[in-house]
């Protein structure tokens, strides 16, 4: 689905005024019910890791970490039960499970009287078993499961789909008969920055030359993709030739201004392919 820059300023507007809560995410649905909801949900994540990112400093200043670290125990002396680092997070508008990593690893420092691995948390905060502090491990677990936007199950999540769309991809290309190298294939040949799939023989889409496609599980907005312009797609477009990118949830209209230089926007797998095959009959 494509949405012009207007459409999507109107959408990131919205979200600027409301908690990212699933409860916020069905106002949004409700706002905009001509979008789809798998667009909604990838602007809704993105417009909020932007978010987090332009306030991630002030919630790791030492007075800060401090600061939530004691609200959390007073917090469950006075009731172990409630969700105390989750309603923490929604009061100072942080994202659960990273204010979960904050106390988590403050907890740690106290315990161990030395700084834990990056390695070491990621894993108790996968499984929140690990923690030697059952009402910590209960309260980290707490902010994993209601954290729609951060956090290891949505890691997962996204990685699952990512996967899903590739596998997708796959299919479809095989479904065309249309001969291909996959990313694994040409990482084991040595390749450090590769599409997902490279043709064989290249493709004509809409008048354009294709060498290669990359599949992106996201909504295309303008600091994603400039992101991927600048550390894959030109990389890709240097050693391959010109490209496809998928863009599965949809883009903003305006960023597909690369065509004539060899990058080519769709939010679905074309269906005007011309082969080598064709041009020839």
């Known amino acids: ?13 919205f979200l600027g005024h409301v908690q990212p809560t699933r409860q916020s995410l069905r106002k949004l649905k409700e706002k905009f019910p001509s979008q789809s909801q798998s667009t909604l949900l990838s602007i809704f994540s993105q417009e909020y890791q932007k978010q987090i990112k332009r306030t991630h400093a002030k919630h790791h200043t030492a007075e800060a970490i401090e600061t939530y670290y004691q609200r959390y125990l007073n917090g469950v002396m006075k009731n172990a039960a409630a969700p105390v680092l989750l309603e923490l997070a929604n009061e100072v508008d942080f ?7 904050i106390v988590l690893e403050r907890f740690l420092q ?4 030395t700084i834990p691995s990056k390695t070491f948390i990621n894993s108790m905060l996968r499984d929140p078993s690990q923690i ?3 009402v910590l491990a209960n309260q980290v677990y707490q902010c994993t499961v209601n954290d729609c936007c951060y956090g290891p199950l ?8 990512g996967h899903e ?6 299919e479809m290309l095989l479904e065309k008969n249309l001969s291909f190298i996959a990313e694994d294939q040409l990482r084991a040949k040595g390749y450090d920055k590769t599409p997902d799939f490279i043709l064989e023989v290249p493709v ?6 294709i060498h290669w496609i990359e599949s992106k599980a996201s909504f295309g907005d303008e600091s994603s993709h400039q992101a991927y312009l600048q550390d894959q797609f030109w990389s890709y477009w240097n050693r391959f030739g010109p490209g496809l990118v998928i863009y599965w949830y949809g883009f903003i209209e305006e960023l597909d201004c690369h065509r004539e230089r060899g990058i080519l926007l769709k939010d679905c797998f074309p269906t005007d392919i011309v082969t080598l095959r064709h041009s020839m009959a």
């Open 1 to 13: 689905m494509k949405l012009t820059k207007a459409q999507y300023d109107e959408i990131a507007q």
């Open 95 to 101: 994202a659960p499970s990273l204010m979960a990593r």
């Open 110 to 113: 106290e315990k161990e009287q």
């Open 132 to 134: 030697p502090d059952g």
């Open 154 to 161: 949505v890691d997962c999540i996204k990685h699952a789909i």
């Open 165 to 170: 769309h590739e596998v997708l991809l796959r």
């Open 204 to 209: 004509a889409v809409e008048g354009h030359i």
